[in-house]
């Protein structure tokens, strides 16, 4: 069995750098490292694994699967290393705890700029590190440990291994280009829109997931033309011409005047959407400054549901 403790840092470092490089020499000059010191490391690295990691070819050297394995190991351990280092540095100059928080870009744009500022006002010795990612991607780095809290779409939890809270809700319209077939109707289902061209999101998104699944169900394949990352950027898609889109309601009517874009209701259940805060394990057993995070926003999303429910009765 291989021992952690006589995995040399520095001939990880060299490992690595051949990996980037292709070449043995090129890597020791990146680490002021003579040849014949390096070619030795690198022995001693492969004797220590009991496998071998790197394939000499014509062209310099590539990996074998065992050093992809390595090296993708040893770049997770560099990450957290540099993170470490990090949050060390700034409790060297006074904070005293570090949240990292990843967000769909649907609740980002739900949640007031200044709500999050208050946080961060209130809160002057908590650093607060806020990711944009999709919903699968979030709630991957949370079961990682990468993150404290996951703010996503609700439809994304799955296998009950996460705790959620509800943070706020929000309303998918469909968005159409000027001269679209569908432009003069008020309402649509999305079943109407598989038909014709889409712009859809990146994999991993909850939008993404929830329009294959609704494909899916309705026995058809979706035809999309574009997949792209930001909801900004799929409005421009749309107003160019590329097909028809889902959006949130607050996105779709601040941009359907200026980019020309008709807004159409989307008759499905699934388009009234929950967003949650998940957590692993219990709430209650969050370190204090991310309780204090949850209370501060989940409090600011029960206000705007309150809102929203009241205007919808008006």
Known sequence: MISPQRLDPLSLRLFDAVAETGSLGAACRRLNLAPAAGSRRLAMLEAEVGLPLLERHSRGMRLTPAGETLRKGWRGVETAMARLALELDDMAGGVDAHLRVAASASVLLLLPLDVLGGFLRREPKVR???REMPSGEALLALRRGDVELALVDAISLAGG????RFLCSDELVAVVPPGHRLAGRGAVSFRDMLDDDLVGYV???????????AADEAGLALRMRVQAQGMQTVAGFVAAGFGA???????????????????LNLQDAWAQRRHVIAARGEFSALLPAARRFVEVIASTGTERESLRVARWQA
Do not use: N
Not at 161 to 164: G, N, S
Not at 254 to 263: D, F, K, Q, Y
């Open 128 to 130: 607060l590190d806020l």
């Open 161 to 164: 291994d996460l705790a959620q």
């Open 203 to 213: 994999d991993g998104s909850a939008l993404q997931s929830t329009m294959r699944r």
């Open 245 to 263: 889109a889902l959006l949130p309601r607050v996105l779709a009517e601040r941009h359907a005047a200026e980019m020309g874009l008709t807004v």
